[in-house]
Every structure is written in C-alpha cells, then in structure tokens.
C-alpha cells in the first residue's frame, strides 16, 4: 500500500519568512493534493497535482510534483499569520479516489 | 453552495450506545467518502460511495460500523455498540467525479465514555 512522509512534522516560522513543506511517496504518485486543516475544521483543499514536473500557485503558495512523481513540496512565500494550521497531503496510487493521506505538518507563524 | 454538511458536530456519548453520525454531500458530487482522523492514526478513509453504491469498505475497522447510503443527497456512519476507541473526529467528503478534488464537511467530534 502507498504510504506519504512528511516533513518536517512541525515548524514554526516568523511572519513574512518563506517555507516549504516536502510530501514523499513510497510508490509513484498518480495524483497529488494538498489540503490545509485549522483545528477544530474540516479540510480545505489546495491543490492537486498530476504530471510530473507540473507547479500551480494559489496566492502565496506555490505546489511542485518532481519529475519522477515520487515527491512534492509546499512553498509559502511572505508566510502570514493565516497560513498557520495542518497542511496535508494526499494521494492515489493509480486505484481512482481512494486516497491516502500524510500525517501532516503544523505550521505556526509568530507576528 | 452550503458545502458538506455534517451533524451532529459534537457527540459524547458513553461504551455501548448506538451512535449515528450524519453527512449531506454537495449537490451534483456522486462520491461520497468517510473518513476517521486521530492522533495515532492521522486521517483514515472508512469507505467510499460512488451513485450512492459503497464501493471500498475495506477502511471500516470492524462490524460494528456500519454505513448507508440510502440516496443522493444523505448518508449515516453509525456505530453499534460504541467504544472508547472510537472517539475521533469523523470526516464525511464529495467528490464531483473520480479523479477529482474531495470536499470536506467540519467534520463531527465523537467521545465514548
């Protein structure tokens, strides 16, 4: 079964410094996505990625699939203080909508 | 839309009771997923519903839960009895087609006693 690492498990960052976030998969990733989570809510979904080598931006975020399609990251460029909470990724391993998800990174920005 | 709603969002409830935990999906979505999120475990998929037919239940820990589907617009996770082990936070999700972002309700907070 696929399994997705994430790293680094927690960090903390002071407003306006960028980050990234890494997501890497023990098979091929066939679709990747990223959602956030604040306590207490549900997830918000971010992005998804399928081609290898492809990168997609939503505002300050910025999401990479390697070219191998084994590895992901989350670049936040300026952090603010909203970007704090859980960021998740996900993924099928080719079996449709079935997807696996990452423990998780807690990022918490200081203002 | 209103987006995926779920209810009850808190339920305590003490070992051995029946619980019913409540999702609506958006409208138009024909998969429908329920998911258990713990510390230990992180976020579980339970079982997934594609035009209200459950099609991978291999998630659903033991006999004791139980999902339906009974049509387009609403589902149950119920769990009978209920045990301590069972608290978690249970994420009911759409998706508009296969390969396709899922939606999140906020998800329903469940204690057993």
């Known amino acids: 079964s696929q399994e997705l690492e994430q790293s680094p498990q927690s960090l903390i960052v002071q407003e306006g410094k960028n980050l990234t976030i890494n997501c890497t998969s023990s098979?091929?990733?066939?679709?990747l996505y990223w959602y956030k989570q604040k306590y207490g809510e549900g997830l918000i979904f971010l992005m998804m990625?399928?081609?290898?080598?492809e990168e997609k931006s939503h505002e300050k975020i910025t999401a990479k699939l390697d070219e191998k399609k084994q590895q992901s990251s989350l670049h936040i460029t300026a952090s603010q203080p909203s970007h704090a909470g859980i960021y998740l990724c996900?993924?099928?391993?080719?079996?449709?909508?079935?997807?696996?998800f990452g423990a998780g990174t807690i990022l918490r920005v200081k203002s | 839309d209103a987006g995926v709603i779920q209810s009850p969002r808190h339920e305590v409830t003490e070992m051995g009771q029946e619980v019913t935990l409540r999702c609506k999906p958006i409208?138009?979505?024909?998969?429908l997923f329920w998911y258990r999120q713990t510390m230990m475990r992180g976020l579980e998929l339970l079982i997934y519903?594609?035009?209200?037919?459950?099609?991978?239940d291999s998630g659903m820990p033991e006999d004791r839960f139980s999902a339906k589907m009974p049509n387009a617009s609403f589902s149950t996770l119920k769990i009978q009895p209920s045990e301590p082990r069972d608290s978690a936070v249970y994420f009911c999700?759409?998706?508009?087609?296969?390969?396709?972002?899922?939606?999140f309700g906020p998800g329903t907070r469940l204690t057993v006693t």
């Open positions: 990625l399928q081609k290898g080598g």
């Open positions: 996900g993924a099928n391993g080719g079996y449709g909508n079935k997807l696996v």
């Open positions: 409208s138009g979505h024909d998969y």
């Open positions: 999700a759409s998706s508009p087609f296969k390969v396709a972002e899922q939606y």
């Open positions: 098979k091929t990733l066939y679709g």
């Open positions: 519903f594609n035009n209200n037919v459950p099609i991978d």
